[in-house]
């Protein structure tokens, strides 16, 4: 199985359930400002939305697309893994609930900020918006270690993914201590310290 | 000549400036690329600021790579400084003023927040509109010939390279003498192969690994 990433992109979520689950992934850089491959092929002729992750299951197939659901085909290889609860079961609700809570109101909000045109007012409204939804995952980790509770899942990956980009605007979250421990207790993770490790965003 | 050892960086700008210098006065020399991040001891131990590039001539080493193409300029011909004392202060004055461009674009692409960015973009947009007026007929910075001062500023255009394909920053935009300085600089032989082909993936690594906007800026383009 192919994935096709970015470092530190959110790309980086299926990769760390890859990683917890243990499956091999080959791991293929994509250059996101030029649209291409390391050997210079065009992205859009693999994801025709230009944007990473996407993942090639089977070769007459196209990719599998949308972090959210990127990260559950991947927990699904291997339930033994539990980063996925049972397909059905009132868990697995929790879990997508999760996903798309990160999708939407963290994914998608953090997205705005990085467009030369938005305007400095939206800029300002989408961060205090950031930072109600911050409120809530402190408040939650204060007595969860995770989004489900006691057990890693891959709602996590994704949630990590996304809240660690306050690194790339210069905000932090000093005022969240207990979403801050949550970061910590992921990054110290084996696997994930693997991810980042490949994605060259830590030292090997 | 004694042998040349250059210690390098794969991405360092300064070490660009002394392997374009070398090429242009056709020295064979070897080319040292270590790791910046975990240095090795060797380096430590001849490298009295710990960085690079270093010249080793022999057994002798020469650090700071403005004094490493003064040497060149004093022991290997063709010269690359006009012979004219006034013309050779001002071409190094130019390369001063690439020193500190390199600085604004070291700033400009790991500033931690927009408005720091944007800060810098603006120090950029004023530098290259003074250089802009300073430039002649081209197609070098000194009309018919290559100079020292045309290789201080390959590196500098190198960085627009790989930032012009995460987005239009309108630092570069309006300024035809540039473009076209730009251009035969990109194509100058001793400029092209002062890096490896590999060196945009690895500065558009580099700059993911840290936390910044050009950063947030790569992982959002799509």
Known sequence: MKLYYSPGACSLAPHIVAREAGIPLDLEKVDLGAHKLADGSNYYDVNPRGYVPAIRIKDSEPVLTEANVVVQYLADQKPDSNLMPKAGTPERYQAQQWLAFVATELHKNFSWLWHKETAAETKATVKAKLNTRFAELDKHFKTNDYLLGKTFSAADAYAFTIVNWVNFLGMNLKSFPSLQAFMDRVAARPKVQEALKAEGLIAA | ?222
Not at chain 2, 14 to 20: E, G
Not at chain 2, 39 to 49: D, R, Y
Not at chain 2, 149 to 162: I, L, M, N, T
């Open chain 2, 1 to 222: 000549m004694k042998k040349l050892t250059l210690i390098s960086h794969v991405l360092c700008p300064y070490v660009q400036r002394a392997v374009i210098a070398l090429k242009e006065k056709g020295v064979d020399f070897e080319r040292i690329d270590i790791d910046l991040t975990n240095k090795p001891n060797w380096f430590l131990g001849i490298s009295p600021l710990g960085k690079v590039p270093v010249l080793k001539v022999g057994d002798d080493v020469i650090f700071e790579s403005a004094v490493i193409a003064e040497f060149l300029e004093d022991t290997v011909s063709p010269p690359l400084h006009p012979a004219d004392p006034v013309r050779r202060a001002d071409h190094r004055a130019w390369i001063e003023f690439a020193s500190v461009v390199l600085s604004d674009i070291w700033e400009f692409y790991t500033a931690v927040n927009e408005e720091a960015f944007e800060r810098k973009r603006k120090d950029l947009i004023q530098r290259f509109e003074r250089l802009e007026a300073r430039l002649q007929a081209g197609p070098w910075f000194d009309c018919e010939t290559f100079h020292l001062v045309d290789a201080s500023f390959g590196p500098v255009f190198r960085y627009f390279d790989v930032f012009d394909a995460i987005e239009d920053f309108g630092i570069l935009a309006g300024r035809p003498k540039i473009a076209r300085w730009r251009k035969a600089l990109r194509e100058r032989p001793s400029v092209a192969t002062a890096v490896k082909p590999d060196y945009p993936e690895r500065l558009r690594d580099f700059i993911a690994a840290r936390r910044s906007h050009m950063a947030g800026l790569l992982l959002q383009a799509a």
